[in-house]
């Protein structure tokens, strides 16, 4: 079974700084892309940020510059650090893996989600 387990959100003042990560476990035979995004309430699920499995990376206009997408092949994790936080980055924040899994008799290639973490920056 593979999973996506987040960590790191809570709650920050305005200007603060948050670092969330994003451990995979399971059958892995390798992680392709990976990803955060975030669901505002009343909002649909945007991305934020994403690295290839050769470190490159894309960033939404709004938080370019002020969040750090970042991954540690090694330990299938990827980091999201967030600086100069805003009110408008309250969100969930959810991590996203296009993962090559290893199956009894095959390979199989899917997108895989976590189950999301709370940012919240009060206004």
């Known amino acids: 079974q593979l999973q996506l387990v987040e960590s790191g959100g809570g709650s920050v003042q305005p200007g603060g700084s948050l670092r969330l990560s994003c451990a995979a476990s399971?059958?892995?035979?390798?992680?392709?892309?990976m990803g955060w995004y975030r669901q505002a309430p009343g909002k649909q699920r945007e991305l934020v940020a994403t690295i290839s499995n050769a470190d490159s990376t894309n960033y939404a206009d709004s938080v370019k510059g002020r969040f750090t997408i970042s991954r540690d092949s090694a330990k299938n994790t990827v980091y999201l650090q967030m600086n100069s936080l805003k009110p408008e980055d309250t969100a969930v924040y959810f991590c996203?893996?296009?993962?090559?899994?290893?199956?009894?008799?095959?390979?199989?290639?899917?997108?895989?989600w976590g189950q999301g973490t709370q940012v919240t920056v009060p206004s």
């Open positions: 996203s893996a296009n993962v090559k899994s290893i199956t009894t008799y095959t390979y199989k290639t899917g997108d895989y």
């Open positions: 399971g059958s892995i035979f390798r992680i392709n892309l």
